[in-house]
Nanobody
């Protein structure tokens, strides 16, 4: 069984910073891709940032230059450093990992989500 546990969300004033973490645990053989998505009220879930096992990174245009994704392969953990936060960044942020398990499963897994609120 695989679990992704996020932490680090909260309430922050415009212009402030937060750092999200997502740790994957369980019967993990290899993690291929890790990513952060977000879903604002009444909107579809959207990709925020993505990092491959080889370190290739991409960001949505709305967060480029403000957010930084990184991963620690030894800890099976992905981070999202969010700077210069804006009210439009308010959303539930979800971690996603594409991985294989020792039982041979290859699939994507989601965390439970963490709320980020930036008041206007």
């Amino acid at each position: 069984q695989v679990q992704l546990v996020e932490s680090g969300g909260g309430l922050v004033q415009p212009g402030g910073s937060l750092r999200l973490s997502c740790a994957a645990s369980g019967s993990i053989f290899r993690i291929y891709e890790m990513a952060w998505y977000r879903q604002a009220p009444g909107k579809q879930r959207e990709l925020v940032a993505h990092v491959t096992s080889g370190g290739i990174i991409d960001y949505s245009d709305s967060v480029k230059g403000r957010f930084t994704i990184s991963r620690d392969n030894a800890k099976n953990t992905v981070y999202l450093q969010m700077n210069s936060l804006k009210p439009e960044d308010t959303a539930v942020y979800y971690c996603n990992a594409v991985l294989s398990t020792y039982s041979g499963t290859y699939s994507g897994y989601w965390g439970q989500g963490t709320q980020v609120t930036v008041p206007s």
